[in-house]
């Protein structure tokens, strides 16, 4: 009885964030204040903030996923994040996966981490990828896709010396097009940002959904979407 009742009952949600106490961009940024109060709110209500990795192990296994597990990403690499969320991440010990826009990396835009700076928060977070140069999925024709994809793995790989196995889409855009043409470069998995609730075993694998929101009420009443 407990076996498919708590089964029902099983799913996880994934938060997204962007910028970090960065006030030039109030839509997208979460203040040093407001990151540490949805952190206490998770550790206050029993939430345990797992590797990514661990959600999507179950998701692959068709496991029921604890309710009260949430991972964290963060899209686009902002170098706030280095300089203001990280210590707030350190400080909870909350494991992080970063989605690096490759172009902004490698051709050193100020606003983005470098290669040094991600492989020093890798020791605390996972890498992961989000294009070469940002592209929307779903305007983008195959040959611009395919270059981008050819572009910026080899940069990822030459950089960081591993493959990714994850993907973010660019602005949390896909279609049926450029998932199946994406899933051709062997991603493990595969993120939007539809803010549409859990992750369970019915979720695909290839468009799993995150929650983004830079205000704590907000994210308390996402975490109780199924
Ligand atoms: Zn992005």
Redesign the pocket.
């Known amino acids: 009885m407990c076996i498919s009742f708590c089964y029902l009952l099983a799913d996880a949600h994934i938060l997204l964030y962007?910028r970090f106490n960065d006030d030039r961009y109030p839509s997208t940024s979460i203040s040093n204040e407001e990151l540490r109060e949805q952190f206490t709110f998770l550790k206050n209500n029993n939430y345990t903030v797992v590797e990514l990795d661990k959600i999507i192990e179950k998701l692959e296994k068709k496991e029921a996923i604890p309710d009260k597990w949430v991972a964290i990403t963060i899209?686009?690499n902002y170098k706030s994040f280095y300089d203001n969320g990280y210590k707030i991440f350190k400080e909870f010990n909350y494991p992080f996966t970063i989605?690096v826009?490759v172009e902004a990396t490698n051709g050193k835009y100020s606003d983005f981490m470098s290669w040094g700076k991600l492989k020093e928060v890798s020791g605390f977070g996972q890498i992961e990828y989000?294009s070469y140069a940002?592209l929307s999925m779903v305007k983008a024709d195959k040959d611009k896709l395919k270059k981008d994809f050819e572009k910026g793995l080899k940069l990822f790989e030459e950089n960081l010396g591993y493959k990714p196995k994850y993907f973010s889409y660019?602005?949390g855009e896909m279609n049926e097009y450029s998932k199946e043409l994406i899933k051709e470069y062997n991603f493990r998995a595969i993120f939007n940002q539809n803010n549409n609730g859990a992750v369970s075993e019915k979720s695909d694998i290839f468009n799993i959904d995150r929650l983004v929101t830079t205000k704590t009420a907000t994210l308390k009443s996402l975490l109780k979407q199924r």
Request: no cysteine.
């Open positions: 962007h899209d686009d989605f826009y989000h940002h660019p602005y």
